[in-house]
């Protein structure tokens, strides 16, 4: 199972960026994916999630509104839409999956629920 961050980099606050996560290898579908970040010197933290079946979506309360998340299913992709980024969105940036053989997870935006990471991909925001 390979999931493939991109699309981070350095932007001033107020900007936007797009992430993508291209997940490939599963024997099967998994039930969602997730995006989380984590921030130098601290916990890594849930932002949003999209279950694969039909779309429904999970959002932090830090990030709702702001953030927007969704799934290209044809393309095996999941985007993270990031508008308004201040300097506190300054992150690595990863997503994950649960196991195919999990068919739910109780809590979408906790890292412990989830089997499979991506590398992470940088976000900066700052003038």
């Known amino acids: 199972v390979q999931l493939q961050a991109s699309g981070g980099g350095l932007v001033q606050p107020g900007g936007s960026l797009r992430l993508s996560c291209h997940a490939s290898?599963?024997?099967?579908?998994?039930?969602?994916i997730g995006w989380f970040r984590q921030a130098p010197g601290k916990e890594r933290e849930g932002v949003s999630c999209?279950?694969?079946?039909?779309?429904?979506?999970y959002y932090s309360q830090s990030v709702k509104g702001q953030f927007t998340i969704s799934r290209d299913n044809n393309n095996n992709v999941v985007y993270l839409q990031m508008t308004s980024l201040k300097p506190e969105d300054t992150a690595v940036y990863y997503c994950?999956?649960?196991?195919?053989?999990?068919?739910?997870?109780?809590?979408?935006?906790?890292?412990?629920?989830?089997?499979?990471w991506g590398q992470g991909t940088e976000v900066t925001v700052s003038s």
């Open positions: 994950a999956a649960p196991s195919e053989v999990r068919v739910s997870i109780r809590h979408h935006l906790v890292p412990a629920e989830y089997d499979y």
């Open positions: 999209i279950t694969t079946s039909d779309g429904t979506t």
């Open positions: 290898g599963f024997a099967s579908s998994t039930y969602a």
